[in-house]
DNA sequence: CAAATGATAGACAGGATGGTCTACTTCTGT
DNA sequence: ACAGAAGTAGACCATCCTGTCTATCATTTG
C-alpha cells in the first residue's frame, strides 16, 4: 500500500472518529494530511471509498486489540474481568492505538447514516458481529446467552461512556 | 405554543431521527412541511435552535411512554419484565409515538457531534441520565449496581437492535 | 374599517462541499 | 540517464447549505 494511501487513511479515522464523518470535508483531511486533492482521488473513487477504508483498518486495529486483550484467561470469570479492564482502559485513554475515546466508530457512524444497507452501515454490522463471534471464541463452554449477555453489557458500558461523559462506568458496573 | 412551530417540531423530529440531523437540511424539512423559511426562522434562530427543540421534546415523549410502561410493577423482576417488553415492542415497531426505530435518538445526535460540551450533547446526556434515575426510582429498594446494570445492559439493547439490525435482542438476551 | 400580526414564496448572499482537471515537479526502476 | 509513475498546487464547477430579506397575502382584533 503506497505511504500516501496509508496517510490519508490514518488521518482521516482520526477526524472522523474525532468529529463525526458529516462534520469532516474532504478538504479539511487534505489540509491537515497536507496531500494533494488530486493524489487523494488517485487513491480512493470518493468520500465513500474512504470512509469505508477507514473503518476497515479501525475494524482490524480493534479486533486485535481486543483479541491481545481477552488472551490467556483461565475462567469465563477472568475473561470478563479481562474485557472489563480492557474498557476501562480504552475508555481512560490509557490505549494509545485506539486514540482518544469517543465512543464506538462504528456505532457513531451508522448513526450517521439512515440508509441501512450502505456498505457504510454493512460494515458497521459486520464489526459488531465479529466482535460477538470473537467473545464467543474466548468463552469457552459458555452459553451463548452468556455470550450475549457479555456483548450487550460491554456495548451499553462503551455507549455510556460517550453519550454520558461517564469514564467510571466500569468501575460501577463492577461493584457487587 | 403556535401550531406551526409545533408542526416544524415534529417534521424535523420524523426526518432527523430518520435520517440523522448532519443528512437533512433545513429546505428538506420546509418543503416536507409545507412551512416557508421566514415562519421557521421567526421561531427558531437557528438550525441547532431546531435540534433542541426536537430534542427536548422526544426526550419527554420518551420518558413519558417508559414511566408509562415501568407503572405497576409489584416486584423488580417484574420490573426488568416489563422494561424489556416494552425495548421489544419499540425495536419491533410496535410503538406508535416513537416512530419506526432507528436506535436512540439521542445516541445518534451526540454521535454526529464531536463537540462533547455543545447544548447537544449536553441535551443528549441529561436524558440519559433522566432514564438511569427513572429506572432507580422505579426500582424500589435495589441497590445502585442493579439499576446500573439494568441500564446499561438496556443500552446495549438499544444499539445492537440498531447497529446490528438485529431485531431479536431482546428475546436473546433474555434466554437463560 | 384599519392596523397589526403571522404566514407565504422565493430570490439572494456567502460560504462550504465533493469532485474534476490542468500544468508542473519529484521520485523510482531499469 | 531517462521514461513513466506518482505527487503537488490549486483553479474551477456544480451543487448544496444556512440564513436574510422583500413583497405579498390572509386573518384577526380593536
Partial sequence: MS???????????????????HAIGINEILKSSGIAKKTLYNHFESKEALVLAT???????????LSRCLENAQTNEQLAEQLFSALDQWINNKVEVLGEFRGCYFINT????????????QLCQRHKLAVKALLKQALNDADDAA??????????????????????????????
Fill in 110 to 121: 451508522a448513526a450517521e447514516f439512515g440508509e441501512l444497507s450502505s456498505p457504510i452501515n
Fill in 55 to 65: 473503518l476497515e483498518q479501525r475494524h482490524h486495529l480493534f479486533i486485535s486489540w
Fill in 147 to 176: 455470550v450475549e449477555r457479555l456483548f450487550l453489557l460491554s456495548e451499553g458500558i462503551i455507549s455510556t461512556a460517550y453519550t454520558c461523559h461517564d469514564t467510571d462506568v466500569v468501575k460501577r458496573a463492577l461493584k457487587n
Fill in 3 to 21: 505511504t500516501k494511501k496509508q496517510q490519508l487513511i490514518d488521518c482521516a479515522m482520526g477526524l472522523f472518529y474525532q468529529h463525526g464523518i
